[in-house]
């Protein structure tokens, strides 16, 4: 154990000014670096943070991070500022290196811990000149509520100054124990509390069978945070070939790239799935790990689906024999999962987009599976959403059902029919011109019930508002609907997790029976209601773009 020799002289630093631009968004705090390298920024957040969690003097805090740029020094101040405001315990790991689910579950694990602060900005790329974040995590594990994100918030904006101790760096090169003042810092291994959920989850002998028995299957980890997590589960315990996991080195820039899991930022994956033949199975992750991707060969799993057929086959799953208490999905996520459940006979709830609202859900034993279009998905196990725990679900579900995804997914729709679904990305937008789009919409809303519209006509068109069935906390502003007479829709929202410029999000789905056209390119499939927006929103001319920066 290494001890500061002296109790650390603490420092009260004043700031002139208060940041008045420290309101989180849909998840946690995300700026392009140069912003949180400002002298006070990083310092003024975690001041507040610092002053409104419940329990911090004395209580034991998570830390850790996707090893982006500034994950090691955030680090260091957030031990410094902790020695300072009194808190019992630090748990961090080496290297600094913690996914978001696994940082989940070490809260949930760790006696007396009242929350946890994240450092990422999940998806976005990383480096000097690209994005960090910090996130906050409550006592349950799960992202900081919307009441508990505000108090932060309206804490900065009148913040005098922030308390920090002088000490020098801790060591995070290997798992120790060591003291700041009265602060005890213990720096573990952070994947290993992880793998061993995942063992007790899923069934790693049947997995170990069905891998070796000739179905090659290959995961992108992107260069950010999961890759130890996937070396020690793909290649390590379920033995597959060394290089199964590709970028398996955490970087700080990401090797360059843009860490998110989809068809257009993980292309060589998709290349490799979508047209070569080398493998059965392909995966990916995001930077901190929440997020996932499932490809099959030839075929894409998009991400409603993908928690559908998750609650379809849950059974199947060691950890869910026992079934599903409940499930949920975001608003703008498909209707996919609410099929099955009403043939499992179980609730499932919507809620606005964000995993914080999943949380109350879970907590109350509500639901057990939940998940979102934007390639989340998760359970009951922590409260974030798991990138590796849904890989390993799909494997499971395959090696249960011994079949290609292709030939599950053809099935599911065969039985529940099929979601047709596409998410357009408009990303950079001026913020003033995406601002006058929404509210150009939302203000026609009331009178655009009963018109025609992509050959339909719409039902209902109202800004979807959320009610929390467990505290009774409500959440306006959440996204607009236009829902069409089929059982079509379309919802426009702007994103809460983008730093530069905004982003529209239109989320476009049209359900086709079990004995409709079930394959269909998506984009065809939904032509006409893309066509429909457009006519309704006018996103060219409002954005100048001529086509979305990113479909999926
Ligand atoms: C975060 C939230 C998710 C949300 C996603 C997209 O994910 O945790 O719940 O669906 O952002 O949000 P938006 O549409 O507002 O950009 P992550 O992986 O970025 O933490």
């Known amino acids: 154990m290494t001890a500061s020799a002296t109790t650390p002289q603490v420092h009260h630093v004043p700031l002139a000014t208060p940041f008045q631009d420290q309101k989180p968004g849909t998840s946690g705090l995300r700026r392009p670096t140069p912003v949180f390298q400002q002298p006070h920024y990083l310092e003024s957040f975690l001041e507040a943070v610092l002053q409104i969690l419940p329990g911090v003097q004395g209580g034991t805090l998570v830390v850790g991070g996707d090893g982006r740029y ?47 602060i994240i450092l990422s900005a999940s998806h976005n790329p ?30 900065t904006l009148t913040l005098q100054g922030y308390a920090i101790a002088e000490a020098a760096a801790i060591p995070l090169d290997r798992p120790g124990r060591h003291r700041l003042g009265t602060t005890a810092v213990e720096v573990v291994d952070g994947v290993e509390d992880f793998v061993v959920l995942m063992q007790k989850l899923f069934d790693f002998d049947q997995l170990r069978d069905f891998l070796g028995s000739g179905f090659p299957v290959t995961f992108d980890a992107l260069h950010a945070v999961t ?28 090797g360059g790239g843009h860490p998110d899991p989809n068809l257009t930022y993980a292309k060589p994956l998709a290349d490799a799935l979508l047209q070569g033949d080398e493998f059965c199975f392909g995966a990916a992750c995001d930077g901190d790990g929440d997020r996932n991707m499932i490809l099959g060969r030839g075929c894409f799993v998009n991400p ?3 928690l559908a057929v998750i609650t379809a086959h849950a059974t199947r799953v060691k950890g869910y024999r026992q079934g599903l208490a409940g499930v949920a999905r975001s608003m703008p996520t498909s209707a996919a999962v609410d099929v099955v459940a009403e043939t499992l006979a179980i609730p499932c709830y919507e809620t606005p987009t964000g995993w914080k609202f999943f949380g109350n859900l879970l907590d109350a034993g509500k639901i057990t599976v939940c998940g979102e ?28 059902e011994r079949c290609s995804v292709t030939t599950l997914m053809e099935r599911h729709w065969a039985t529940y029919g099929r979601h047709y679904y596409s998410r357009h990305d408009y990303e950079g937008v001026e913020k003033a011109a995406a601002t006058e789009l929404y509210g150009a919409l939302q203000n026609r809303l009331p009178q655009l019930a009963g018109q025609p519209l992509a ?35 379309m919802v426009f929202r702007l994103s809460g997790t983008g730093t530069r410029g905004a982003t529209l999000r239109l989320y476009l789905e049209r359900h086709e029976p079990s004995n409709g056209t079930l394959n269909l390119d998506p984009q065809k499939a939904l032509a006409p209601l893309i066509r429909g927006a457009e006519q309704l929103a006018g996103i060219r001319q409002r954005t100048g773009m001529d086509t979305p920066t990113v479909i999926t």
């Open 455 to 489: 050959g339909d006509r719409i039902r209902q068109a109202d800004e979807f508002s959320y009610t929390d069935p467990v505290d009774g906390a409500t959440s306006s502003s959440q996204g607009l609907r236009i829902l069409l007479e089929s059982g079509s829709r």
């Open 304 to 306: 409603s689906d993908s």
């Open 373 to 400: 279009e934007s390639f989340g998905t998760g359970s009951d196990h922590v409260r974030e959403k798991d990138g590796l725990w849904a890989v390993l679900f799909w494997l499971s579900i395959l090696a249960a």
């Open 126 to 155: 990383g480096g000097p000149e690209e994005d960090f974040g910090v996130k906050v995590n409550g006592a349950n594990g799960g992202p900081a509520t919307e009441q508990l994100s505000d108090a932060v918030y309206q804490a």
């Open 227 to 254: 890759g130890p997590y996937a070396r020690r589960i793909f290649e390590n315990l379920l033995e597959l070939p060394a290089g199964t996991v590709r970028h398996g080195a955490p970087l700080e820039d990401f």
């Open 70 to 116: 500034g994950n090691r020094r955030a680090i260091d101040v957030i031990l410094r500022m902790a020695c300072a405001h009194g808190v019992g315990r630090v748990v961090t790991t080496t290297d600094g290196i913690l996914s978001t689910p696994a940082a989940s579950h070490l809260i949930r694990i760790s006696t007396g811990c009242v929350g946890g």
